[in-house]
């Protein structure tokens, strides 16, 4: 992953220095399980341990001129490994089992360390969310519908959707890391020939993961599980980048991203204040969704094992969490410096299409009143027209439709009832109950 999008935590999960260090440490817990068997001299397991090589740069790139021969990133591990400790204990490194065996379960503990990493990003953005959710609760917006001008709603009413989306991902993430949490050391095509299953049992324990059955790989379903969970997530934080790059649009004017001292929106228009954050953000869920396209034809191997996986996992894995990981950070910051323009919400949701969002309820009304609904929709649909074409208030139209006041029992019925369908409060009168729901959610 390039620099722009990483963040440095999440990077140094996926170093080189950290996925050699747990080849190490598997291949240093494997001796020992031996031992405790009795395969090995404990003195030896102890040897390997006690001079065992320090993982550094020089380490990685010892590594790196033994695989320009061998052609082979296991293979040359071990030798650099053997050699490092030397003597005849350096020989029960890499004992009784077959590359897959360090690498998946390694890979394995990386993406459990990634997870957890993500957890934390997500809980982040889930408790802001939350609190600007309770914060905007009461700030009347327009509801849109293909675009266009619908109903009231209100902005924190959004914004707790959001949020309740996000622990959504929240618990997709944990069901994932959990799927992936998993080690395997039974050999080449998984049946233990050559390694005792207490030897697979003693690494997982120290790894924290749960052994399981296998061929020569992990099943790939686990990794494609896991990349759901990143894309989910970059979904998520793309619905809200869409929301808001469609409100801060010029003639929406309802929303601004956070925009920092001595910041530039363009090069060449001085006025402009792109929404470029939630752009980003866009933009790179789309990267996420075909990370998991990649990670669910890796789940379909030859027989007990090829490596037609491997090359694709190099990227996608990394990648895909390191995405993931620094969108929903991003985000977070975005909501948490969201400049919210509540005067303009409330003159586009009144003025802006003229109280055409109280249209339902005069249908409701009018259908109240006696009339058949066809009937009362025409009358609703003509005098909304009205109001568009003529740019006249909605109300007002109806007001003195003929048709209205005779239906709604005359003009002063029709008043009082056109009032009672105009009521902002009215409209919003229900929405705490999308509030009840984030009461559940920690955050």
Not at 38 to 63: M, N, Q, S, W
Not at 184 to 203: M, W
Not at 403 to 420: D, I, M, Q, R
Request: glycine letters at 8%.
């Amino acid at each position: 992953m390039i620099t722009r999008y990483s963040m440095p935590e999440m990077s140094a999960v996926f170093a080189d220095k950290a996925r050699l260090g747990l080849w190490l440490e598997i291949e240093l817990l494997a001796v020992e399980a031996w031992a405790k068997l009795g395969v090995v001299p404990l003195a030896h397991a102890t040897a390997c341990r006690e001079r065992a090589p320090k993982i550094d740069a020089r380490f990685v790139r010892r590594v790196a001129e033994r695989e320009a021969v061998v052609n082979h990133d296991v293979a040359a591990f071990v030798d650099v490994v053997q050699e490092s400790i030397g003597g005849f204990e350096g020989l029960w490194i890499h004992y009784g089992l077959t590359s897959s065996d360090v690498v998946d379960t390694a890979l394995s503990a990386t993406l459990v360390r990634a997870a957890d990493l993500l957890l934390v990003a997500v809980g982040g953005l889930v408790s802001v969310l939350k609190r600007r959710a309770l914060e905007l609760a009461s700030v009347p917006t327009v509801g849109r519908t293909h675009g266009m001008h619908a109903e009231p709603t209100t902005f924190g009413t959004k914004l707790a959707l959001a949020c309740l989306q996000a622990d959504r991902d929240r618990t997709r993430l944990q069901r994932a890391r959990e799927a992936v949490r998993v080690g395997k050391l039974s050999g080449a095509v998984g049946t233990y020939s050559n390694v005792h299953p207490s030897v697979e049992q003693y690494v997982c324990n120290a790894l924290g993961l749960q052994p399981v059955p296998a061929t020569q790989v992990i099943a790939r379903d686990r990794h494609a599980e896991y990349l759901y969970a990143c894309a989910s997530l970059g979904t998520t934080v793309e619905t809200l980048a869409t929301e808001i790059r469609l409100l801060q649009r010029t003639e929406v004017g309802e929303v601004e991203e956070p925009f920092s001292t001595g910041q530039k929106g363009s090069s060449a228009m001085p006025h402009k204040r792109n929404p470029i954050g939630a752009e980003r953000l866009a933009g790179l869920a789309r990267v996420l969704r075909g990370y998991l396209v990649a990670g669910l034809e890796d789940v379909a191997l030859w027989h007990e094992r090829d490596i037609s996986h491997s090359s694709v996992e190099r990227i996608v894995l990394p990648d895909a969490s390191m995405i993931a990981y620094y969108s929903t950070k991003r985000m977070s910051v975005l909501i948490d410096g969201l400049v919210i323009h509540a005067d303009r919400m409330l003159e586009n949701l009144l003025e802006g299409s003229h109280g055409l969002v109280f249209s339902q309820p005069v249908l409701l009304a009018l259908i109240g009143s006696g009339l058949a609904r066809d009937a009362a929709y025409r009358i609703v649909q003509r005098d909304a027209r009205a109001a568009q074409e003529q740019r006249r208030s909605f109300r007002d139209i109806l007001a003195q439709d003929p048709e209205v006041n005779e239906a709604l029992g005359g003009t002063t019925k029709a008043e009082k009832t056109l009032g009672e369908a105009f009521d902002l409060t009215r409209s919003l009168a229900n929405i705490q109950l999308t509030f009840a729901a984030l009461e559940s959610v920690s955050g």
